[in-house]
């Protein structure tokens, strides 16, 4: 997903990976390696592309919007490691993760200490830095919350609850980006249609990642094995008639007929139930790009369009 054009996009991740790179821990810290082992490889840099885009469209000053930007994805990115040591994921932007290369001591470290670089390079914001500070907070709280809810839900999750954790999960950290901005440039505008809208991409995002845990062939899904809120999942046991016996097995600790259940989902209807809640959510996200405030009309716009491409190269993969 790109949020801006491709040229600016390119200059952009050159510039904040420059910066990354100045701002690294000392060579003489014991996080060196393992900071640079994780900007060997870069990842899209999504909300970083959202923080600096918005403050182009709100015409903040590069080097605020550039550090505004920094901030956003380091953030991103120490909830992606923390992540990984909760998920105990071995790999991370096709190398292993930093917890499986480094062990989980040296990661929780390096995602402390991009947690707090995030809140140094927000305060450089000299007008606005406590604001941003404040917000990153939030952001990560809300974050933690949504990321602890998805961790101890262990039973079949209706919809209700799986749309409040995925929200939870996703959503802080694609509002900061964009609110941050706002806050840098003083625009005292209502973001509540802005804030549904990304909400709703953040739903669309989870709900895609929920289709890719069980339908590609190639690895064991990892919500059934952990037994995580799945949208798919939730819809396999609240729509379809050919669940029988998942329930039992689902609120057991049996993990041998993961694969089992794995492929009786993925030939489901859930799959296309879960692709037209998908297509509604686009569809009500597109219809509030009009009620945002409108220098960020733009923003909303290419957000949603993003989102919308990317939905439809996974299909196209899928059915590949």
Known sequence: MSPIKKNSNADLLKKLYT??????????????????????TSGKAFR??????????????????????????????????????SDCSTHRRGQQSINQYFGSDVALCLGDW?????????????????????????SMQDTCHGQTSDLTQRTHA???????IAAGKTAPLLIAPIKGATIAADLNEDLASLERLITLCGLVYQARNDIDDLTFSDHRSNDLHGRKP???????????????GFINWFGSNDISRVKHWQTRIAASEAICRTNELIDLWLEEASALIQTTPYPLCGISTQLVSSVKQNIVVKRQRQIA
């Open 19 to 40: 910066l990354f790179q100045r701002e690294l821990p000392r060579l003489d810290s014991g996080l060196a390696q393992a900071a640079s082992y994780h900007f060997r």
């Open 48 to 85: 970083a592309q959202l923080a600096f885009s918005s403050g182009k469209a709100l015409e903040l000053p590069d080097e605020d919007s550039l550090h505004w930007a920094a901030a956003c994805e380091l953030l991103h990115n120490a909830s992606l490691i923390h992540d990984d040591i």
């Open 114 to 138: 991009m947690v707090a670089k995030s809140f140094e390079l927000s305060a450089r914001n000299r007008q606005h830095s406590a604001k941003l500070v404040a917000l990153l907070a939030k």
């Open 158 to 164: 209706p919809i209700r609850t799986w749309k409040r």
């Open 230 to 244: 799945n949208l798919v999942v939730t819809l396999f046991i609240d729509k379809c008639m050919q669940n029988d």
